[in-house]
């Protein structure tokens, strides 16, 4: 393993943010991205700096190119998961969730699950245009395609993406903060009636635990039945002494850490529409929960 120089150091760790930005929004899991931007700084430390032009633009690609090898081969194993798929959360800083809105959309859980719907070249190349603002001559570098090629597939993706997205709501730190501790309070006292005023009429609550975990395998629809779903932390409450909820901004939404029997059960991420919850993604799989009480610093 190659050390590098001062500046090769120091210029990775300010462009940090920003690489792993990237990574998560090409992948959806920050476990990989954090592979990438390992692979990717070895590869770094050995450039001649003098022959680098743009060195933001360089090491995006340098990313892009291994985000996308890891995506490829990744594509049979998200086709063969047990249950619905959703990214791997992160923890941010309530300032990064509220400070730049193109940016927290970019990694809210909502827009990842619809970029899991498009191909890997569709999802690199709407990430670097649409987020990062790179020019179709440098993402046309990047990902190995003309750029005539680039603009279409950058059309192509936009479309597809405006047409499945609901309109994002970034975080207000008041009343986020009324109807997380609502939403806490009902979910905790089993009060089925309280939820459903905290719901859309059409919510839909979502779980992902691979497999590895006990968890609803079909999303759940509309308020009623989400809430009646929900009022069974009254049960886990009275089963498990050391039950708790923990309130945090995850993917730049409102969300909750569950923990009982010692240690962390899962995430519930709140997306909100008209300030009710419109969406609410439950990750349970064990492998996806592994780092999330770390923050992630993010950029763009």
Known sequence: MTAGTDAHVERFTELRPLLFTVAYEILGSATDADDVLQESYLRWADVDLDA?????????????RQALNILRTSVRRR???????????????????????????????????????????ERAVFVLREVFGFAHDEIADMVGKSVPAVRQTAHRAREHVHARRHRFEPV???????????????????DVEQLMTLLSPDVVFTADSGGKATAVRRPVKGALAVARLLSGFNRVGSIHPDFRLEAGIFNSLPG??????????????LDFADGVVHDIFAVRNPEKLTGIETERPIAR
């Open 52 to 64: 680098v032009a743009d060195s933001k633009a360089y090491l995006a690609k340098v990313v892009t």
């Open 79 to 121: 086709e063969e998961y047990v249950g619905p798929w959703l990214p791997e959360p992160i923890l941010l800083d309530e300032r990064d969730a509220s400070e730049d809105v193109v940016l927290a959309e970019s990694v809210s859980t909502a827009m990842l699950v619809v970029l899991e719907s498009l191909g890997p070249d």
């Open 172 to 190: 207000d730190s008041a009343r986020t903060a009324e109807v997380t501790e609502a939403f806490l309070a009902a979910a905790s006292s089993g």
């Open 256 to 269: 909750l850490r569950i923990y009982f029997d010692g240690r962390l059960q899962g995430v519930f991420v």
